[in-house]
T-cell receptor
Framework: GAVVSQHPSRVICKSGTSVKIECRSL??????MFWYRQFPKQSLMLMAT?????????EQGVEKDKFLINHASLTLSTLTVTSAHPEDSSFYIC?????????????FGEGSWLTVV | QKEVEQDPGPLSVPEGAIVSLNCTYS??????FMWYRQYSRKGPELLMY????GNKEDGRFTAQVDKSSKYISLFIRDSQPSDSATYLC?????????????FGKGTKLSVKP
């Protein structure tokens, strides 16, 4: 079964509103979680690294004020898309690993489809 | 040149065929190599995980890494319609965190009954 859970799996929102996506590690604690975005027929692009108890680290070109990340516990990270616009419509995926070592297996959530109308 | 190159396909094969999926890369520091399967509108699922060069087999799946050629492959034997999905290669250097994971664009595979 899934070890990383995302919710909601699909959400439609109106332009200008905010949407929150949750990512939970079910069987392990994760001090770090990662958020990706995937456009149709494109690869996964890392948006940010979510660090428990501290600020997230954003990749170049990703607006930190638009994509708010909160990693309040060792099993939960949230991504909030603020003032969403149609161009934010995409597939958002989180991932986590049971450890920090380079050889640890990386698990992905089921993904969240966001459609902004 | 992109760090990881993967033919997007689509690749269509008859049921029972042997499928070969490949990725090339340019960064010689990559040491961990992974293959993920992604069904439509779902998150990636880890299939195979290899460290450094060599082969690894798991059921109908075999992963090969040729670091001298900077080339990795995933073979699927006796392919089934349920194998129809997009297959993503991913890799990262030794000591690299998950944030250093680089993905290919994915190859879309269709197995026809």
């Amino acid at each position: 079964g899934a070890v990383v859970s995302q919710h909601p799996s699909r959400v439609i929102c109106k332009s200008g509103t905010s949407v929150k996506i949750e990512c939970r590690s079910l069987d392990f604690q994760a001090t770090t979680m990662f958020w990706y975005r995937q456009f149709p027929k494109q690869s996964l692009m890392l948006m940010a690294t979510s660090n428990e108890g501290s600020k997230a680290t954003y990749e170049q070109g990703v607006e930190k004020d638009k994509f708010l990340i909160n990693h309040a516990s060792l099993t939960l990270s949230t991504l909030t898309v603020t003032s969403a616009h149609p161009e934010d419509s995409s597939f958002y995926i989180c991932s986590a690993s049971p450890g920090t070592g380079g050889g640890n297996t990386i698990y992905f959530g089921e993904g969240s489809w966001l459609t902004v109308v | 040149q992109k760090e990881v190159e993967q033919d997007p396909g689509p690749l269509s094969v008859p049921e029972g065929a042997i499928v070969s999926l490949n990725c090339t890369y340019s960064n010689s520091a990559f040491q961990y190599f992974m293959w993920y399967r992604q069904y439509s509108r779902k998150g990636p699922e880890l299939l195979m995980y290899t460290y450094s060069s060599g082969n690894k087999e798991d059921g109908r799946f075999t992963a090969q890494v040729d670091k001298s050629s900077k080339y990795i492959s995933l073979f699927i034997r006796d392919s089934q319609p349920s194998d129809s999905a997009t297959y993503l290669c991913a890799m990262k250097p030794y000591g690299g965190s998950q944030g250093n994971l680089i993905f290919g664009k994915g190859t879309k595979l269709s197995v026809k009954p």
